[in-house]
């Protein structure tokens, strides 16, 4: 739960420090365990995918960049999971002098990402992620409720996942501003009053994203009480070992 406090980076993706904290322990190197976090990325991005086509479906509304996206994620895994494509490419990036030294690094994170990616784990996991996000937009559904604001348990969850999505390829710490006006943008194009548009928008971001972060501080705190405090090695040594 540690890895909760980078729910504020990019795309999650400072979420790697769970790998650090794996490493920590374990001793594992963190180029076998990092791509853990990009699975779990792909199998977000492809459950809330899921949520957002359906309501791109019936509401008619964002579908092109829905497809767009969609399409991008399956060209990434078509290729992670077919050696005859990947292992080539890993390869011919043995020429670029920088990537040279780190070759047996990056085949440690294809394997580990190839068996994370097979059709069996990465549906189990899209159904798990499915589930978890399911949550998300059940909760968004409620704080609306709770403002006598009934848009539907469908298009809630369409908006939110929606948003979330703009929100993550902003490439922005928490998708901030993005998600944010994104969810309040299709509340109002719903008739549903600026103020509390915003104020369900500010509840429930305060609920999902801050309450992760807040939970990821009290573990880091138990984990360094635990094993001491945490020594971040520069990114080269640390991937290195």
């Known amino acids: 739960m ?38 779990e ?3 977000d991005f492809l459950s809330l995918l899921i949520i957002t086509i359906t309501g791109a479906l019936v509401f008619d509304y964002g579908g092109n960049i829905t497809i767009i996206i969609t399409a991008f994620f399956i060209f990434i895994i078509a290729i992670i999971s077919n050696k005859k494509i990947a292992l080539p490419i890993i390869s011919s990036s043995e020429k670029i002098p920088y990537l040279k030294k780190y070759i047996h690094n990056i085949h440690s994170a294809y394997e580990s990402s190839y068996q994370l990616l097979k059709i069996k784990p990465l549906l189990l996991m899209t159904l798990l992620s499915l589930i978890s ?9 409620l704080v609306l409720m ?4 009934d ?5 809630t969850s369409f908006s939110y996942s929606f948003s979330t999505i703009i929100g993550a390829l ?3 710490p928490g998708g901030l501003g993005f998600t944010e006006g994104s969810l309040t943008f299709l509340l109002v194009q719903k008739n549903v009053p600026v103020d509390i548009s915003v104020a369900t928008t500010f509840i429930i971001r305060v609920v999902t994203l801050w309450f992760a972060v807040l939970v990821g501080i009290i573990s880091l705190t138990l984990y360094q009480k635990r094993f001491g405090q945490l020594k971040l090695e520069s990114s080269e040594n640390a991937y290195n070992k």
């Open 2 to 39: 540690s890895g909760l406090i980078m729910s504020v980076t990019p795309a999650k993706l400072g979420e790697v420090l769970k790998s650090v904290l794996v490493k920590d322990i374990t001793g594992e190197p963190i180029s076998k365990t990092a791509p853990i976090i990009f699975a």
């Open 41 to 43: 990325r792909i199998t």
């Open 133 to 141: 996000w399911g949550f998300e937009c059940l909760g968004y559904y």
């Open 146 to 149: 709770n403002f006598n604001v």
């Open 151 to 155: 848009v539907g348990i469908l298009w």
């Open 170 to 172: 902003s490439m922005l």
